[in-house]
């Protein structure tokens, strides 16, 4: 394999703009950046299809439909396999079941000499199934795996036994578009929160996991003691609508306390502008975009200990980690960060620290080429 120069395929078919999604467009662009020659493929007309083109990023389309269908998917594996020919493909680096499978597929249509090596990256918590076929698929038709966190590595379970040990890369963030230095006073403003009030936010995509529902009525024991603390959600809708969050705020009677946006194209002001960021997710969580970037945004973080957040955030270090649905305890931990200021500082200040240090782009794409580049 050429070290010096690699031909890669970054394959993802997720269905929508999710971390994992996000990871593969910055991991092409990156690839591409260090002189790499590498091509994302995404499902047609969807979201990461159309960031990527939205970024300037070139990127092929397969149908990848979600349960495996005959005709659909050998015209993946063949445009795939003939992908790899044209492009001389060194690396194979797919994210998800489907695509994973449909690069096995297209992989093996070559002499073993002539084989790309097959990389999957597993960003779930969810435990992987424990069949004869999942342990032949894990250990020999693939050549390495990556996991985004110890907690992803685990849902391997009794498999890790059986295979070559994932290598563990978290994701990368990047320090400059996620700052400080974007916290926006005009922003604040705007939203109608006071330079006296300290404003705690969630952001996350609108559905249960994310615990939206739990932060909301945490809210309403924090403005007992401080009322003039905001509170604010913004994601992407998914399951639910922002109007159902606006009736869950006014059936508790804090709905002028509580600020409910849509997802922002331009996020990284509105994280810099919180005093306070919540990540109050009942599950998953096997890595955590949002995590990232309120460390490097300077926001000290509440957290339930869920998926990869334990591992990133010591409690009392760098964040407070609190059980998950308990709104109690988040409450308590959040009146913590209000009562105690210099803890705020200190949170923002290390984990400001370890985002550009620790969880870098460029750690994360050295990791990644160590892995690619690999004697097997």
């Not at 990023?57 to 005959?70: A, N, Y």
């Not at 932060?215 to 003691?225: E, G, M, R, S």
């Amino acid at each position: 394999m050429n070290t010096e120069k690699l031909n890669i395929l970054v394959v993802n078919s997720a269905r929508e703009w999710i971390g994992e999604a996000a990871r593969c467009l910055y991991l092409t662009q990156l690839l591409n950046a260090n002189g790499h020659n590498a091509l994302l493929v995404a499902r047609n007309g969807f979201p990461l299809h159309d960031h990527a083109r939205a970024a300037g990023v070139t990127v092929e389309t397969l149908h990848m439909t979600g349960k495996f269908t005959g005709i659909l998917d050998l015209a993946d594996v063949i445009k795939l396999a003939t992908l790899i020919a044209k492009r001389r493909i060194d690396v194979v680096h797919t994210h998800r079941g489907k695509d994973h499978w449909l690069g096995a597929a297209a992989v093996r249509l070559f002499p073993r000499s002539k084989r790309p090596r097959l990389i999957r990256t597993r960003h779930v918590v969810m435990p992987v199934r424990q069949h004869a076929l999942n342990r032949w698929f894990y250990k020999k038709a693939t050549d390495t795996i990556i996991a985004v966190s110890e907690a992803s590595r685990a849902s391997f379970g009794l498999l890790l036994e059986r295979m070559k040990p994932p290598h563990i890369i978290y994701a990368g963030i990047d320090g400059n578009a996620f700052s400080p230095e974007k916290r926006d006073n005009g922003l604040r403003a705007s939203l109608g929160v006071k330079d006296s009030e300290l404003l705690v936010g969630l952001i996350g995509r609108l559905q249960n996991i994310k615990g939206q529902d739990v932060f909301i009525n945490t809210a309403k024991q924090v403005l007992h003691k401080y009322p003039h603390t905001r509170f604010l959600l913004c994601g992407r809708e998914a399951i639910y609508t922002k109007e159902r969050y606006e009736q869950l705020a006014r059936s508790l009677n804090i709905s002028d306390s509580v600020i409910v946006l849509n997802y922002q194209d331009e996020i990284a002001p509105l994280i810099a502008s919180l005093d306070i960021g919540v990540i109050a997710s009942l599950g998953s969580e096997g890595s955590s975009r949002i995590a990232f970037e309120y460390m490097a945004s300077g926001v000290p973080m509440v957290a339930t200990r869920v998926g990869c957040l334990p591992e990133i955030l010591n409690d009392g270090e760098n964040g407070l980690l609190v059980a998950p649905g308990d709104v109690g305890e988040l409450a308590d931990a959040i009146k913590q960060l209000i009562d105690f200021p210099e803890l705020r500082t200190k949170f923002r200040d290390t984990n400001r620290i370890l985002a550009v240090e620790r969880y870098s782009l460029d750690r994360f794409l050295r990791q990644t080429l160590q892995v690619y580049t690999e004697k097997m």
